[in-house]
């Protein structure tokens, strides 16, 4: 881990720390203690400088400056001029090393305008399942007293079904169920990926699989992307440099730009795959939000051993719906298999029997479902150009959500926003090297949060200055 945290990270970090009473130079000490204390904050790191967690936090660099003092005066850090501020070697700890939380907004309690998450509203369709026979089978199997951690052989065969409907044909032996997509991807980083090891991502890419990386202690790469997805000379060059054990991509409708790749930029990127034999991991949890014809996964382009795929229905159908699971070769899915019944031994067979009911119709899921987005992506972009002119951002793409160039600080602005009782993921979250500086994420599930948490925004953009506390 490096030896200096910088303001974006620390700031992601401390996410939440002014939701108490109290002076805030009090607050943000407290907040920081506990990061050194629990490990978070790794001894002999160097902080940021005041100038530039003030501007991360939206304070002023005197509530910073207390609140370094304070933590001075306790022996957590010190200060050397012309060194910087760095925790020092003899801090306490109290547990083990925590890396590069993500996903600390899930953990805020609910705020009055909540644009932190990608959750999608329950599909229509759902109530049309439940009124099926689907719960026949889940008596049948009711009668099985013994953990089934393959997954039900109804669900893999009819995942099977699914990939074969988008041309990527499949066999339910190469199917292995889990809980959603993001647990399949913590089995894949814990089976096939040792700390110290280097994955490729797209810059910008999914936070939460930034958080899976991190905790793996997972050195991450980002590639720079075009319209068309990631360029191929930087693919290129970034595996001749680091010899990656993996390549981690969203090749449809990704989260958070909403590109699709081309069929000609994934005819090059399967064909460096080919070349270099380096696995790629297909991240397909939004591949049903492409406002076009389903392209497919790249599975179909690419040899098996060097192909895995990930998938679930909650973007199709219901966020609670938590089953997921991963398409790869037999050594792979016995590799995950064990990663799986050291954790949670298997999975809920209600809800893979739910599922199992939910796939034959997913085709009808994904037309409502991309209807919604489109009816939800005109609207904010009608309510970004009224009352956040300033805005910039690519409309013709697809996915939930829409990534926003604001042309100011998004790290300042989310801080600032948060206070206002706004919570909004800011760019560097979904970066392994804290870029996209000023943009932000604005998810498409909720019409009617939109509408009101717009104009809210827009009351908190143009009056960046910090020279005060609020």
């Known amino acids: 881990m490096s030896d200096r945290i910088s303001g974006s990270r620390l700031a ?49 660099r005197t509530t910073v400056g207390h609140a370094y003092q304070e933590l001075g005066d306790e022996g957590w850090i010190s200060t050397h001029h012309g060194s910087g501020t760095r925790v020092r070697t003899t801090a306490l700890r109290s547990g083990p090393l925590a890396e590069d939380d993500r996903l600390g907004t899930y953990a805020i ?35 099985n007293d013994r953990f089934m951690p393959w997954g039900i052989n109804e669900l893999r ?27 399949a991807l913590t089995l894949l980083v814990s089976c096939l990926l040792e700390p110290g090891d280097t994955v490729l991502v797209e810059d910008p890419t999914y936070r939460g699989a930034l958080d899976v990386f991190s905790r793996r202690g997972v050195n991450v790469v980002g590639i720079a992307c075009d319209d068309d997805g990631p360029i191929p000379s930087e693919l290129i060059a970034a595996i001749r440099k680091h010899t990656p054990r993996m390549i981690y991509t969203i090749p449809t409708a990704h989260n958070v730009t909403g ?47 060097l192909s895995i795929t990930i998938g679930s229905l909650t973007k199709l159908f219901w966020s609670g719906l938590r089953v997921g699971w991963i398409r790869a070769t037999e050594p792979v899915l016995k590799a995950a298999l ?88 800011p760019g560097p979250d979904f970066s392994p090297c804290d870029n996209w500086q000023t943009h932000v994420r604005i998810p498409l599930g909720d019409p009617g949060l939109l509408e009101e948490a717009i104009p809210a925004i827009s009351k908190t953009v143009g009056i960046l200055n910090f020279d005060e506390d609020m």
């Open 12 to 60: 992601r970090q401390l996410a939440g720390w002014d939701g108490k009473d109290g002076a805030l130079h009090t607050l943000l000490a407290h907040a920081i203690r506990e990061l050194i204390r629990s490990g978070a904050i790794a001894r002999a790191t160097t902080l940021p400088s005041q100038r530039e967690l003030a501007q991360a936090l939206a304070v002023s």
């Open 109 to 143: 309690p609910s705020e009055s305008f909540d644009l932190s998450s990608g959750v999608l509203s329950t599909s229509p369709l759902l109530r049309r399942v439940l009124r099926s026979n689907w719960d026949q089978d889940l008596r049948r199997l009711s009668s």
């Open 157 to 183: 065969v009819a995942v099977a079904h699914y990939y074969a409907e988008v041309n990527t044909p499949t066999e339910p032996d190469q199917v292995l169920a889990t809980n959603g997509s993001h647990h």
């Open 259 to 305: 590109i699709t790749w081309s069929p000609r930029r994934r005819e090059q990127i399967a064909d460096s795959i080919r070349q270099f034999g380096v696995p790629l991991l297909d991240d397909g949890s939004t591949a049903d939000l492409h406002s076009g014809p389903h392209p497919g996964h790249l599975a179909s382009l690419l040899p098996a051993e």
């Open 338 to 425: 064990n990663a799986r019944v050291t954790s949670d031994l298997a999975g809920s067979i209600p809800s893979q029997v739910l599922t199992s009911a939910c796939l034959p119709i997913a085709n009808d899921a994904r037309t409502l479902r991309r209807k919604e987005l489109g009816h939800t992506r005109t609207l904010a972009t009608s309510l970004i150009k009224d009352w956040l002119p300033t805005w910039e951002f690519d409309e013709s793409r697809g996915g939930a959500c829409l990534w926003i160039n604001t042309k100011v600080n998004s790290v300042q602005l989310a801080s600032r926003l948060r206070r206002n009782n706004i919570l909004i993921v």
